[in-house]
Nanobody, 116 residues
Framework: QVQLEESGGGLVQPGGSLRLSCAAS????????MYWYRQGPGKQRELVAT???????DYADSVKGRFTISRDNAENTVYLQMNSLKPEDTDIYYC??????????WGQGTQVTVSS
């Protein structure tokens, strides 16, 4: 059984920073690709960042140069460092874990609000 728990969301002013964390239970973390998605009201869920089990990262164009995804396999945790935040980054951020031969798992989401 895999469970994901996000944390680190909150209210921040434009230009500020937040670091999201996603802790995974179980024994599959080190072999899994991890994703951060975001979704706002009435919007489709958007892929924000990806990190493979070997540490290769990729980003949506909208966050390149501002967001950094990283992982700690010893702690079964993936992070999303978000800098230079903009109001349009306001969304619920979800962690997703893809386990080979088992499929994907979702966290419950954490709210990020960028507002002055």
């Amino acid at each position: 059984q895999v469970q994901l728990e996000e944390s680190g969301g909150g209210l921040v002013q434009p230009g500020g920073s937040l670091r999201l964390s996603c802790a995974a239970s179980g024994s599959f973390f080190s072999i899994s690709t991890m994703y951060w998605y975001r979704q706002g009201p009435g919007k489709q869920r958007e892929l924000v960042a990806t990190i493979t089990n070997s540490g290769s990262a990729d980003y949506a164009d909208s966050v390149k140069g501002r967001f950094t995804i990283s992982r700690d396999n010893a702690e079964n945790t993936v992070y999303l460092q978000m800098n230079s935040l903009k109001p349009e980054d306001t969304d619920i951020y979800y962690c997703n874990m893809y386990v080979p031969s088992r499929g994907g798992y979702w966290g419950q989401g954490t709210q990020v609000t960028v507002s002055s």
